[in-house]
């Protein structure tokens, strides 16, 4: 009976609390800090979630598992992606107390997640509400003959307040929300079906990259009698924009099966680029 009574005891001191998820959302200030091209916000999630770890895993081993499973690449809108911390907050909480949630889940439900909120994030804050406070500022500065700083003080003032109610209300709801949401998906099957239709946009919107932010043309040029083909010319009448889908297939082939690192792999890129361009080959 008293050893019912003392893991109940230890279970209720282990629970998070609303000092903790306000810890959470402080730490949470620096999401973006330790940003990189190869984990991308991983280093911030991995700080965002030390006074979760600390708080529910009592266990030094658990709790190196927990902060090595969130080192794992992660991008998503900066602001949408609380709700995501709220989630995995609770995700970690109900593993560490009940161990009743298969852990490799938690990954992968922050995978799921972080696709859709990409958009929803970058077409609301960053492409709706950005655009239109921008120009209202600007406006007031004109309107003032360059004078009053106004409309820079609206624009820092609503951006920063949105953004912050977004953190906020994300990390405390996401938390409500997090376990519950974690049985209907693992109930319903909706886990599956958010990464796969996570993966679909996702490849959607790289594959709407590629011809517009990846370049590559050839310099080589050969005669047919008087006339003198470009070599460019006749790869794009058969099919525009081929070399730079071909050079984003190779890559993403040594990042998958080579095992060759996002930063590496870069500087073979630029390196092979300057060399080409020497050698008069590419344009």
Known sequence: MSETVNTAQDESLRRLSKKDLLKLYIYSQAFVSGFNYEKQEAPGTVFSLIPVIE??????????????????????????????????????EENALRHDIDPASIGAIKSALMG???????????????????GLAVSLITASGYTSPLGAILFLVVMAGVGQVLRYLGIMYGYKQGVSLVAKIQSSG????????????????????????????????????????????TLDGMMPSMLPLALTLVCFWLIDKKKVGPVPLMFIVMILGVIGSMAGILA
């Open 55 to 92: 708080k529910v895993y009592d266990n030094d081993e658990e709790k190196v598992e927990a902060y090595r499973r969130h080192t794992e690449l992660f991008l998503t809108e900066a602001h949408l992606s609380h709700l995501v911390l709220g989630i995995t907050a609770a995700m970690e």
């Open 116 to 134: 859709p909120f990409a958009g929803i994030g970058d077409s609301l804050y960053h492409g709706t509400l950005r655009p239109i406070m921008a």
């Open 190 to 233: 909706l886990l599956q079906k958010l990464t796969k239709y996570a993966s679909i946009a996702a490849c959607v919107v790289i594959g709407g990259f590629v011809s517009n932010l990846v370049a590559m043309n050839l310099a080589v040029t050969y005669s047919a009698g008087e006339t003198v083909v470009s070599l460019q010319e």
